[in-house]
């Protein structure tokens, strides 16, 4: 049931709904690939300034990150790449709340591949199309506009409301962790992402791995008396695939009925050979396994490596020349809070309140930064975003106008009922 207020709040988005729609066109529109975060983050600093929010921009320092347990390593530092933090001090006696979202989107890969091209914006129906549009500028917009919203009808929210839109969240999560570094916390948060308009209290972990191979150096006129990389890596690969399915069977989890989908556990790249006519004597696996909420990511590690050395054992090669298992690149840790939290409840209400349903409970079957803001942070974090889980990373991204809208509505109004208001 509506309050009236709550009721003047719906109508004023609804009313602004081309403004809404806009600004997540002007956020698509800017080509914010991993690591060219600067002109977007200007773009956002004004809108916070223009809604009267005191905001931080900092460069997160690569050399203090690097000293945090939950760093990732990464090539490139964060010269130019700032964090932006929207603040809006409550009037006091409300209880605190953080929405956060990245920035940076992956590459396109080939602009033929798209009908629309990635950074238009363009809208087709009830489709808005570009790099970025479900992952994860839509979560921007929304949390962005919620507060708007907020602000021009002079709700006056008794809890503080911090927003952080941070950088180099596809290759490392490395900017959320600095906002947490810098003592960014709330009693709750609410992280944008992706999540099909689901609420979801846990998020999956990703743990990236190379697999060196070596075989038996050989003349390609005298093949036989060495050890093909290649063959021994095809078999490599099949040792991945049937951890796969053991894990599959085994693990369980409330929040993921389908370990099927998420649980992969694959290599996605193999590289082998220099020369078209010689003999190959090297290989190099690449790939990647997903953990579930509760799982202990270096016994995942520790397990993933004691499986591929068991498996060597049965080859008569491998045996006497195992494979070498490197983590090397992403790595982050799986995260959950209660499906019983009151921000998980708040949010849930909320939806039912804009939607005139019950929301879906699930698990993000995709890796998130939650997992900083619940571990080191100190705030409890729920996933809930308009984003199309399925639209992640994909060729002609797009994303539902309406989730957009929704989610706007559900967010300021959980805002309000979260924070209190005067």
């Given at each position: 049931m509506k309050t009236d207020i709550e009721g003047e709040v719906l109508k004023l988005i609804e009313k602004r709904r081309n403004e809404v729609i806009e600004f997540l066109?002007?956020?698509?529109?800017?080509?914010?690939?991993?690591?060219?975060?600067?002109?977007?983050?200007?773009?956002?600093?004004?809108?916070?300034?223009?809604?009267?929010?005191?905001v931080d921009i900092w460069e997160p320092e690569h050399e203090e990150l690097k000293k945090h347990p939950a760093y990732v390593p990464v090539e490139r530092g964060y010269v130019n790449r700032p964090n932006v933090v929207g603040i809006y001090k409550g009037t006091g006696n409300g209880k605190s709340l953080i929405l956060n979202g990245h920035v940076d989107v992956i590459p396109p890969g080939p602009l033929d591949a798209w009908v629309h091209q990635p950074w238009a914006g363009d809208i087709e129906g009830n489709r808005?199309?570009?790099?970025?549009?479900?992952?994860?500028?839509?979560?921007?917009a929304a949390m962005t506009?919620?507060?708007?919203?907020?602000?021009?009808?002079?709700?006056?929210?008794?809890?503080?409301?911090?927003?952080?839109?941070?950088?180099?969240?596809e290759q490392s999560g490395n900017g959320t962790l600095a906002c947490v570094m810098r003592g960014y916390q709330a009693?709750?948060?609410?992280c944008c992402e992706t999540s099909s308009l689901h609420v979801q209290p846990a998020c999956i972990g990703r743990i990236w791995f190379e697999i060196s191979v070596r075989g038996k150096p050989a003349g390609i006129q005298r093949r036989w008396e060495g050890v093909n990389a290649i063959e021994k890596g095809y078999a490599v690969v099949g040792a991945v695939s049937s951890l796969e399915n053991i894990r599959i069977n085994a693990l369980k989890h409330p929040l993921y009925p389908d370990n099927r989908s998420t649980l992969p556990c694959m290599v996605g790249m193999f590289q082998s050979g220099t020369f078209a006519s010689a003999f190959p004597d090297t290989c190099l696996l690449k790939g990647s396994i997903a953990t579930l909420p509760g799982e202990d990511t270096n016994e995942v590690k520790r397990s993933f490596v004691e499986h591929i050395l068991a498996f060597s054992q049965t080859d008569p090669w491998l045996k006497h020349s195992p494979p070498e298992v490197r983590f090397v690149g992403y790595c982050g840790d799986p995260a959950e809070i209660s499906p019983e939290h009151?921000?998980?409840?708040?949010?849930?209400?909320?939806?039912?309140?804009?939607?005139?349903?019950?929301p879906q409970i699930t698990g993000r079957q995709g890796a998130a930064d939650t997992r900083y803001l619940i571990k080191y942070g100190n705030t409890p974090t729920v996933i809930f975003g308009p984003g199309l889980t399925e639209q992640m990373h994909a060729t002609n991204e797009w994303v539902d106008i309406n989730y957009l809208i929704d989610a706007t509505k559900i967010l300021s109004l959980t805002i309000m009922d979260w924070c209190g208001y005067e």
């Open positions: 066109g002007k956020l698509v529109s800017f080509p914010t690939v991993t690591g060219d975060e600067s002109e977007i983050q200007k773009f956002i600093a004004r809108q916070l300034e223009s809604m009267g929010l005191a808005l199309y570009g790099r970025g549009a479900s992952d994860m500028k839509s979560g921007l506009m919620a507060l708007d919203c907020l602000i021009r009808l002079n709700v006056r929210l008794k809890g503080d409301v911090i927003l952080e839109y941070t950088v180099d969240e009693d709750a948060g609410i009151p921000i998980v409840k708040a949010v849930s209400e909320k939806f039912t309140v804009v939607t005139g349903e019950k």
